[in-house]
């Protein structure tokens, strides 16, 4: 079982940029896939961003791709997501999870969010116009 931790949300401006942390334990970082994804009041929740076991590949909704960075690093257990122009729209409730059960070898764009057993309590974000 892997325990996750997001931090990192707030309240920002439209145009604003915003960092998310996503930390893990309880497993060797290196050996899952991580990814981001948000829910808004009243909405599904959707996919953001996935990074694979290695970092070597990601994957982006629409919505984020240009805008939105996902990263991690293995030395501090800890995935990123950077967030830049933020909208409005951007606002929610940002959730990351790790895929546990994948094999090394799957990129990020071969993930879906049934893949992701662990998740974290999620850190909101909010965007004034």
């Known amino acids: 079982q892997v325990h996750v931790v997001e931090t990192g949300g707030g309240l920002v401006q439209a145009g604003d940029s915003l960092t998310l942390s996503c930390t893990t334990s309880?497993?060797?970082?290196?050996?899952?896939?991580m990814g981001w994804f948000r829910q808004a009041p009243g909405k599904e929740r959707e996919f953001v961003a996935a990074?694979?076991?290695?970092?070597?590949?990601?994957n982006y909704a629409d919505s984020a791709a240009g805008r939105f960075t996902i990263s991690r690093d293995h030395a501090k257990n800890t995935v990123y997501l950077q967030m830049s122009s933020l909208k409005p729209e951007d606002a929610a409730v940002y959730y990351c999870?790790?895929?546990?059960?994948?094999?090394?070898?799957?990129?990020?764009?071969?993930?879906?969010?049934?893949?992701?057993?662990?998740w974290g309590q999620g850190t909101q974000v909010t965007v004034s116009s």
């Open positions: 309880g497993r060797t970082f290196s050996t899952y896939a």
């Open positions: 999870a790790a895929a546990t059960e994948v094999p090394p070898s799957t990129s990020a764009s071969s993930l879906s969010e049934e893949d992701f057993r662990s």
């Open positions: 990074i694979s076991w290695s970092g070597g590949t990601t």
